[in-house]
């Protein structure tokens, strides 16, 4: 039997390639005649880069950036091949990088991965991947531009500051005189627009610490920033994610949107086992109606059943109670129900080895 595994991270507990050994661990322990074929998945968040790198091979370097507060995180590593970069926004933008009470979109930037960005390009980069997710902003890309080299100005042309709450007072945004030669591809797994009901204040910015009025705030912020664009980039789906950042690059570079694990399937050369695999496995911590937009399970699935191949899916908590619309046979948690979440986070690994064994032993014995 060809089994292809090709599951996401189990968030707080096991990376794409723990629960790539798993799984593969749990079969052979039933079959060890079965041939399995590994393929680690990430959509456009946490572990994307590695999991491209993985794939493509590239060269890790080290620049020294800032956290969304301006202060100094260190070295912070990127990915780079054949002049594309890869860098995850949350490596210096990130919500992680902040305790709880640091948290305040009004307030952050991402200036800190625009020096990434910048760095990259002294390296010699053409093209930036950039994976979002978990960001802490909620600035319309202003950190980026501003290490860059834009600049912002107020009515009474003072420099003003990138941040959340600072896109109010902008009036003029003056370009670099050499603007860089960059293009973006972003890997975005959300479809908001930027502003209103469904932009990025309202859906995402109270996940980062802003208040009710704090979120009325940033999204005037991001209506008028918009205005200031030379181009109509306010309703265009996936400009909302990460506080924006797609928006503020369209203005003024050549920007891509795919989504993330889109990317990393053409990478991965998982099509061509898929053309032949008896069964697909793949999975994440956590199943349920945000599943079928854009994440790793859900376009695993899709792809499978292009090639009518049965996929089953295992998770840590499911919310869901029919796997068909994900286009999954089965869905397992790994976990019993009874369980304390600690205690299945820090038994994560054992639990979907064994949890592969019993189906797989349940799928092949007569």
């Given at each position: ?101 640091e948290r305040d979109p009004l307030k952050t ?76 591809t972003i890997a975005c797994d959300v479809q ?175």
């Amino acid at each position: 039997m060809k089994v292809v595994i090709a599951p996401d991270k189990f968030k707080g507990s096991l990376t794409s390639f723990e629960a790539c050994s798993a799984i593969a661990s749990g079969i052979k322990t039933i079959d060890p005649t079965a041939e399995t074929f590994e393929f680690p998945m990430a959509d456009g968040g946490d572990g994307f880069a590695a999991v491209m790198k993985h794939y493509l091979h590239t060269t890790t370097l080290l620049c020294p950036t800032e956290d969304p507060l301006g202060k100094p995180l260190g070295d912070i590593s990127f990915e780079l091949k054949d002049g594309t970069a890869i860098i995850e926004l949350a490596s210096a933008s990130g919500l992680v990088l902040l305790e709880e009470k640091e948290r305040d979109p009004l307030k952050t930037s991402t200036y800190g991965t625009g020096l990434m960005i910048q760095a990259a390009i002294h390296a010699g980069a053409k093209e930036i991947m950039l994976g979002l997710g978990g960001s802490a902003t909620n600035d319309a890309g202003t950190g980026i531009l501003a290490a860059l080299g834009f600049q912002f100005k107020d009515e009474a042309g003072q420099p003003v500051r990138a941040s959340g709450g600072n896109l109010l007072h902008i009036h003029s945004i003056i370009p670099p005189k050499a603007l860089p030669d960059i293009k973006f591809t972003i890997a975005c797994d959300v479809q908001n627009v930027l502003y209103g009901e469904e932009g990025a204040a309202y859906v995402y910015a109270p996940q980062k610490g802003a208040t009710p009025e704090g979120v009325a705030l940033l999204d005037q912020g991001l209506r008028q920033f918009a205005g200031l664009l030379k181009k109509d980039v306010a309703s265009i789906s996936g400009t909302g994610a990460a506080g924006g950042i797609a928006a503020g690059l369209m203005g003024f570079f050549d920007v891509r949107l795919e989504k993330g694990v889109q990317l990393v399937i053409d990478s991965s050369g998982i099509m061509d086992k898929l053309q032949h695999a008896d069964m697909v496995i793949t999975g994440e911590g956590k199943i349920d109606r945000q599943t079928e937009y854009g994440k790793v399970v859900s376009e695993i699935a899709l792809a499978a059943a292009r090639h009518h191949v049965p996929v089953m899916a295992f998770c840590g908590v499911s919310e869901v109670d029919d796997g068909a619309p994900l286009h999954l046979n089965a869905i397992r948690a790994i976990a019993p129900q009874d369980m304390p979440r600690k205690e299945a986070l820090a038994k994560a690994k054992v639990l979907l080895k064994s949890s592969a064994a019993d189906y797989f032993n349940g799928r092949i014995t007569p």
